[in-house]
């Protein structure tokens, strides 16, 4: 069980960037998405909707507190920061790991955020995204594999194709 | 040389997405961002603060027409869009290429540039993000050996740490 948490969205700012980060989620083998911060309907929408498109059983929810979902979980806690170690040194011992919650900030990550976590992991000590940190990550911890998943269910499908579009209508 | 050209962006829209493909681009292995669309010297200007401070000497600019770019680059055209090819079946041919376009959409990419490429290239063929397609596409062709690269110069550079923040001020 892969979770991915967004720390602290905010509504107008972060509505592309956050979808986009459980977008990326959902296609490279994670299973849920925790919303927190603003409760954005529109962007839970926007992802529930390309579930009962494109199928799979991915799971989005808003939750009124990080704190309390990091706390309930089971499993490692692994927060995706540039200040970090970097993702190539630790993978190996992470993905010994079945669940793992991913938190991904977030203007001003609390202090709290570094301390409570098992692991603060580095895509590049660079600065870029969120989208990219999360996407190079589930990569790495699938070793690639996510990139044959299948989703079953949804309404469409689409073909791989060399030159265009060949979608299938299920 | 690696570039990666970002069609039609508009200014209001997609500023932060297309920041963030640039920046994902520089921070794992591509050497020039070309902007077309809007001319957005404040996404440049962004990029470019980000080249001042933490090294390197990725190059970004805009263009008027996306067209020249392409035809008067004379390395490979790579399209990224959900429709192509998966990734995983054509990168070993890529990875022999040493100079790469990488094209992104934008809103309503025409189908000419499906045309124009000599590879229309999926992620997955699931929706998520010209930033998460960027970041896996890079990261293959370069068989992850760009999270090992420097960035010379700048001002500050950041070590891996377990627990924090350690920033150097060169």
Same mark, same amino acid.
């Given at each position: 069980?892969?979770?991915?948490?967004?720390?602290?969205?905010?509504?107008?700012?972060? $509505?592309?960037?956050?979808?986009?980060?459980?977008? %990326?989620?959902?296609?490279?083998?994670?299973?849920?998405?925790?919303?927190?911060?603003?409760?954005?309907?529109?962007?839970?929408?926007?992802?529930?909707?390309?579930?009962?498109?494109?199928?799979?059983?991915? @799971? %989005?929810?808003?939750?009124?507190?990080?704190?309390?979902?990091?706390?309930?979980?089971?499993?490692?806690? +692994?927060?995706?920061? /540039?200040?970090?170690?970097?993702? @190539?040194?630790?993978?190996?011992?992470?993905?010994?790991? $079945?669940?793992? /919650?991913? +938190? +991904?900030?977030?203007? $001003?990550?609390?202090?709290? +955020?570094?301390?409570?976590?098992?692991?603060?992991?580095? *895509?590049?000590? @660079?600065?870029?995204?969120?989208?990219?940190?999360?996407?190079?990550?589930?990569?790495?911890?699938?070793?690639?594999?996510?990139?044959?998943?299948?989703?079953?269910?949804?309404?469409?499908?689409?073909?791989?194709?060399?030159?265009?579009?060949? *979608?299938?209508?299920?």
């Amino acid at each position: 069980m892969i979770k991915v948490l967004r720390l602290n969205h905010r509504r107008e700012r972060d $509505k592309r960037i956050t979808t986009h980060v459980a977008l %990326a989620a959902r296609a490279l083998g994670a299973d849920e998405f925790i919303l927190t911060g603003d409760n954005d309907s529109k962007v839970l929408e926007n992802i529930r909707g390309v579930v009962d498109r494109f199928g799979g059983d991915f @799971q %989005a929810y808003h939750s009124s507190s990080w704190r309390k979902e990091i706390e309930k979980f089971s499993g490692i806690i +692994v927060h995706l920061t /540039m200040y970090g170690e970097r993702v @190539q040194d630790v993978i190996g011992d992470i993905r010994k790991e $079945k669940d793992v /919650m991913l +938190v +991904v900030g977030g203007a $001003k990550v609390p202090s709290e +955020v570094y301390e409570i976590s098992d692991y603060n992991i580095a *895509v590049t000590n @660079q600065p870029h995204s969120e989208v990219s940190s999360v996407a190079i990550f589930l990569d790495h911890y699938h070793l690639s594999k996510e990139l044959e998943m299948s989703f079953p269910g949804g309404e469409m499908r689409i073909n791989p194709s060399k030159s265009g579009k060949d *979608v299938i209508n299920l």
